[in-house]
C-alpha cells in the first residue's frame, strides 16, 4: 500500500536550519510530482513547495522562497525539504503529498522558538 513517512522535524531556534524527509513506498515514486505543505495552529493547510517527477522542475510559496529547497532522491525513494532562515512563523506540521492521485503523509512538528 501507499506510504509517505515524513522525518526531521523538531525544535529549532528562529535562523536555525532544518532538513525534512519524506520517505516513500508502495507506489513508483519516480514517477510522481511532490509537494511538501504545512499546518500552522488554527490555520488552514498551506502550500510550501513542489517538485516534479525527474526533480528538474521546483515552484515555492513566496513565503518560504529562497529559504527553502526542494529535492528528492529517486534512487531512495525519498523527498526532502531543507529549510534554512527559520522563523517562528514556519512553526506547523509539516506534510508531503503526492500530487496525483493525492496522497498525504502523517506530518512532522516543526517548531521555531527561542
Known amino acids: 500500500q501507499v506510504q509517505l513517512v515524513e522525518s526531521g522535524g523538531g525544535l529549532v531556534q528562529p535562523g536555525g536550519s532544518l532538513r525534512l524527509s519524506c520517505a516513500a513506498s508502495?507506489?513508483?515514486?519516480?514517477?510522481?510530482?511532490m509537494s511538501w505543505y504545512r499546518q500552522a495552529p488554527g490555520k488552514e493547510r498551506e502550500f510550501v513547495a513542489f517538485i516534479n517527477y525527474s526533480g528538474d522542475r521546483t515552484s515555492y510559496a513566496d513565503s518560504v522562497k529562497g529559504r527553502f529547497t526542494i529535492s528528492r532522491d529517486n534512487a531512495k525513494n525519498t523527498m526532502y525539504l531543507q529549510m534554512s532562515s527559520l522563523k517562528s512563523e514556519d512553526t506547523a506540521v509539516y506534510y508531503c503529498?503526492?500530487?496525483?492521485?493525492?496522497?498525504w503523509g502523517q506530518g512532522t512538528q516543526v517548531t521555531v522558538s527561542s
Open positions: 508502495g507506489f513508483t515514486f519516480r514517477s510522481y510530482g
Open positions: 503529498r503526492r500530487v496525483s492521485p493525492e496522497y
